[in-house]
């Protein structure tokens, strides 16, 4: 009987410390840090694969992964502020754009706010997945 009580209390014990709750349980950080990729379609119906990484210094890169005859690949400076993201210092384009951000460990969304630059809106604008 003693044996069989030890044994009992040992198992409690031991689920009591094994179960996590919801509490003890920390999501992922979800961050736009990274790369993101996506197809796009130009103005004139080219289509092509880009990737938008962005690094650690608050900078991103526009990387073209496939062939895309009058486009080039691009970095710009970046401000993160309540789901939105200021790009400024863009040597391309020449002033700054505002863009709402919405972001899931598998997808980012870019919703033009303010862009008088329509080639970096038509480039960046839209869904990219994870890479």
Not at 27 to 56: H, M
Not at 99 to 127: F, H, K, M
Request: glycine content about 6%; some cysteine.
């Amino acid at each position: 009987m003693r044996v069989f009580l030890l044994f009992s209390i040992a198992v409690l014990t031991f689920s009591f410390f094994a179960c996590e709750t919801e509490d003890d349980v920390t999501a992922p950080e979800v961050t736009i840090e990274g790369s993101w990729v996506r197809d796009i379609t130009d103005t004139q119906g080219l289509n092509f694969t880009a990737e938008l990484k962005f690094n650690g210094d608050n900078t991103y890169d526009f990387i073209l992964l496939t062939d895309a005859p009058g486009h080039t690949n691009s970095t710009a400076e970046f401000t993160f502020s309540n789901d939105q993201m200021t790009i400024i210092n863009d040597v391309d384009c020449g002033v700054d754009g505002v863009y709402n951000v919405a972001i899931s460990s598998i997808a980012l969304t870019l919703t033009a706010v303010d862009d008088e630059c329509a080639p970096r809106q038509a480039a960046i604008e839209g869904i990219w997945a994870k890479k």
